[in-house]
């Protein structure tokens, strides 16, 4: 009995033993075994050299104007001016970015009567004449030049050259007399319509306005306030439609030819459109800038989304620096991933 | 000689830190800078703890807690736990893993990730056996911790730093006002993490941004 105990003893024993032997024999360790005196020589060694390198390294942090400035908080985010300074023009721009001007239809009437000296009856009303020119189709293109930027705190101030260019448009021209007076069976009455085709003008603008920055829901935003910007299109007609409407109206000989030259109509609808199209924009045309990198309210850790309470905690621009910064906790909400 | 270890890292990371002139730190015109601090991101981890690895050899390591420290140019990760046979002999150990962040990526979704790679794997109070056996329990975990990087590696959370990174601007579109109609218009932008820097508690991301020209945005028409 005792014998079998002692079997039972051993296996109950053993097993684990070997169990473990073996295990220990097929994972034994690679370990290194060196000499501790040199390596405590080589720890006082690498403490000093790692305690200079460290005030070298605290020193020319605090020095580098890039850190400077910058706000407490869990996360901060540096926005260098050059880096603001290029997405702020580029949306500059973007706003100017392939913005057409259409003018609405409109019409513009000229009328008047038109006297002539005639011979021993002095001055007299000759007719009578009426331009109706409707304007359709008048589009110019907005282009910028290089935005002129001055920052100073968080404000930026921009100027943006704008210019008006590559433009056309039509004009229907409506063009009627009606003799007076002696002139009536003389001359009659007579009708003309002709579309005039202009081109529009090149003419340069100034947009001059600021840009504020400051930071919402954790981002730097950028908000430009620029008074609304008056710019005038002006339309000059093509010389050939002009000729083309002239040589109608031409078509009379002796008093009438003089009474409807005095009408002046070719310069007459030059003045028209001479006199320029006001095109008003917005401030609101000025859209706000987001810039891109921004701190989250939640984020994604292993397979759940976690909500997180982001307490701005200030926002510093330096010469070198746009800083943004927040004091971030764990909120109680943790919701599952979607999949 | 983990001592020894520690310190020929922060030596070595120190000495990168020194090359670091101001205007080699950043390409101010195409760099940001997002710096966390430890403790934000060491409160991160600790939401998915306990944590439950399978790894090689029938053995499972449950990580419950984890110190994270940003200095001499190394994002530290220390997680400790607890590693187990599920089978007969049932040993077991305390464990701690050294490691450091690395692998910065900014993923679809926008948020900027880094994963925990392993250096050093440590045991210690070994249990489930007669004390006697302890250096064995000890070496036996240990080799299996050590093969099993891979998956260990692959079962650690992946650390997300609470910032959203655009991958485009938008302008949106303006009128009909008057003469004004302005469809809106959208720039694609780039982001890469370029390089990471740890030092005063806190981890520095270098995150290069490009930013392409605004084009129109068209409409799709359906058919």
């Known amino acids: 009995m005792k014998r079998w105990i002692a079997v039972g003893a051993a296996v109950v024993l053993g097993i684990p033993v070997v169990t473990l032997a073996i295990l220990g024999f097929r994972y034994r360790p690679k370990g290194e075994r060196e000499n501790p005196v040199a390596v405590q020589r080589e720890i006082t060694t690498l403490t000093k050299t790692r305690d200079s390198l460290r005030s070298l390294v605290y020193f020319a942090a605090e020095s580098n104007e890039l850190l400077q400035g910058r706000p407490p908080g ?36 000229n009328a008047g009567e038109i006297t002539a000296p005639l011979g021993i009856l002095g001055h007299r009303t000759v007719g009578s004449y009426d331009l109706d020119v409707t304007l359709d189709g008048v589009h110019g293109r907005l282009q910028p030049g290089v935005p002129d930027m001055v920052f100073g705190g968080d404000t930026i101030h921009v100027v943006v050259p704008v210019r008006i260019a590559g433009g056309t448009g039509t004009a229907h021209v409506k063009a009627s007399w009606r003799s007076k007076g002696i ?20 003419r340069d603008y100034f947009a001059r306005g600021r840009i504020v920055l400051s930071a919402v829901d954790g981002r730097v935003v950028a908000d430009p306030a620029f008074p609304d910007l008056a710019v005038r299109l002006f339309v000059d007609p093509a010389k050939s439609s002009i000729n083309a409407l002239d040589s109608l109206l031409a078509t009379r000989r002796g008093l009438c030819a003089f009474a409807i030259g005095k009408a002046r109509a070719s310069e007459r609808i030059q003045e ?35 909500a997180l309470n982001v307490v701005p905690s200030g926002l510093s621009v330096t010469k070198a620096v746009v800083w943004i910064g927040a004091n971030v906790s764990l909120a109680d909400t943790v919701t599952p991933k979607k999949k | 000689m983990v001592e020894r270890d520690q310190l020929r890292r922060e030596v070595a990371g120190y000495h990168s830190l020194t090359k670091l002139t101001p205007g080699r730190m950043l390409d101010r015109e195409h760099e940001v800078l997002v710096s966390v601090s430890d403790t934000l991101l060491r409160n991160l981890l600790t939401v998915t ?11 499972t390591l449950t990580l419950t807690n984890s110190k994270v420290a940003f200095r001499a140019n ?8 607890i590693v187990r046979r ?21 993923d679809s979704s926008h948020a900027l990730r880094a994963r925990i790679h392993i250096d ?42 609470p ?59 359906k058919p």
């Open chain 1, 74 to 109: 869990d996360i901060l985010i540096a926005l260098p001016t050059p880096f603001v300074d290029a997405v702020v023009r580029s949306v500059v721009l973007g706003w100017f970015n392939d913005v057409e001007l259409h003018l609405p239809r409109m019409h513009v009437r």
């Open chain 1, 183 to 202: 002139a009536g069976p003389v001359c009659g009455d007579m009708e003309a319509e002709r579309d005039v085709t202009g081109q529009v003008r090149a």
């Open chain 1, 272 to 306: 028209i459109v001479g006199r320029g199209f006001n095109v008003h924009i917005p401030q609101r045309f000025f859209r706000p800038i987001q810039l891109p990198v921004a701190v989250q309210t939640s984020v994604p850790v292993a397979d759940r989304q976690v």
């Open chain 2, 49 to 59: 703890f306990p944590l439950t690895i399978d790894l090689r050899n029938r053995t």
């Open chain 2, 74 to 81: 190394v994002a530290r990760v220390d997680l400790t736990g």
């Open chain 2, 86 to 106: 599920t089978t007969y002999p049932h040993i077991s150990a305390a464990v701690k893993l050294r490691g450091a962040l690395d692998g910065f990526v900014v």
């Open chain 2, 120 to 161: 050093d794997v440590a045991l210690d109070t070994p249990a489930g056996t007669l004390a006697a056996f302890d250096p064995l329990v000890i070496a036996v975990l240990q080799s299996v911790v050590e093969r099993s990087l891979p998956e260990l590696t692959e079962g650690l959370p992946s650390v997300a730093v």
């Open chain 2, 163 to 221: 910032v959203r990174l655009d991958q485009a601007m938008e302008l949106p579109g303006f009128g009909p006002e008057g003469a004004l109609s302005i469809a809106p218009s959208i720039a694609a932008m780039t982001v890469t993490a370029s390089r990471v820097v740890a030092f005063q508690n806190r981890m520095w991301i270098v995150l290069r941004l490009e930013l392409g020209a605004f084009a129109t945005v068209v409409k799709a028409v």
